[in-house]
Antibody, heavy 126, light 108 residues
């Protein structure tokens, strides 16, 4: 059974840092890209960050709203993905979901999000 | 960035009735469209990908159609467990991946 479990959320002041972890099980972690998606209280879903599998370079992508402040990384030996969040703002307050991203390669390469964790709540207070 | 627009914002449906949800893209996304269901306090669950392929374990009453810029999610006969929020996601032109703002299906 595919499982993604987020941890590391909490209450933090503006300008401070926090690191989220996503521990995966039930699939071959190194074979998959991963992404973080957030949901502010009472709002919709917003994609935040993405990391390819090392087979496909392991490179990353970021939403404009977090570029330069957030860093996504992965440790395939531990089946864990991370989201390092620096210079946090009140607008970063949200539930952060870790998602698995299967790769589609017929035609142009695309990724969608299939399995989701239960989320880690990040509250940024001024 | 591709903007995804869902309609209606809220859909009131009776048990056993059909529900039809729409998702429109600001430009063509081919068939690279997914649908998710989210219940209160839960993570989103993948229902449909590739515009019309049901994900593993998804009941046949859920169906997706469309291509290009116009998509539809149909729930053929609403069950009590189907009352939830539904989001569409385009994954054709990325980054960024973009979601619609959601459609809430509630009890009429």
């Amino acid at each position: 059974e595919v499982q993604l479990v987020e941890s590391g959320g909490g209450l933090v002041q503006t300008g401070r840092s926090l690191r989220l972890s996503c521990t995966a099980s039930g699939f071959t972690f190194r074979d998959y890209a991963l992404s973080w998606v957030r949901q502010a209280p009472g709002r919709g879903l917003e994609w935040v960050a993405f990391i390819r599998s090392k087979t496909y370079t392991g490179t990353t992508e970021y939403a404009a709203s977090v570029e330069g402040r957030f860093t996504i990384s992965r440790d395939d030996s531990k089946s864990i993905a991370y989201l390092q969040m620096n210079s946090l703002k009140t607008e970063d307050t949200a539930l952060y979901y870790c998602t698995r991203a299967p790769r589609l390669s017929i035609g142009a390469t695309r990724y969608y999000f299939d399995y989701w964790g239960q989320g880690a709540l990040v509250t940024v207070s001024s | 960035e591709i903007v995804m627009t869902q309609s209606p914002a809220t859909l009131s449906v009776s048990l056993g009735e059909r529900a039809t949800l729409s998702c429109r893209a600001s430009q063509s996304v081919s068939s690279d469209l997914a649908w998710y269901q989210q219940k209160p306090g839960q993570a989103p669950r993948l229902l449909i990908y590739g515009a019309s392929t049901r994900a593993t374990g998804i009941p046949a009453r859920f169906s997706g159609s469309g291509s290009g810029a116009e998509f539809t999610l149909t729930i053929s006969s609403l069950q009590s467990e189907d009352f939830a929020l539904y989001y569409c996601l385009q994954y054709n032109n990325w980054p960024p991946w973009t979601f619609g703002q959601g459609t809430k299906v509630d009890i009429k």
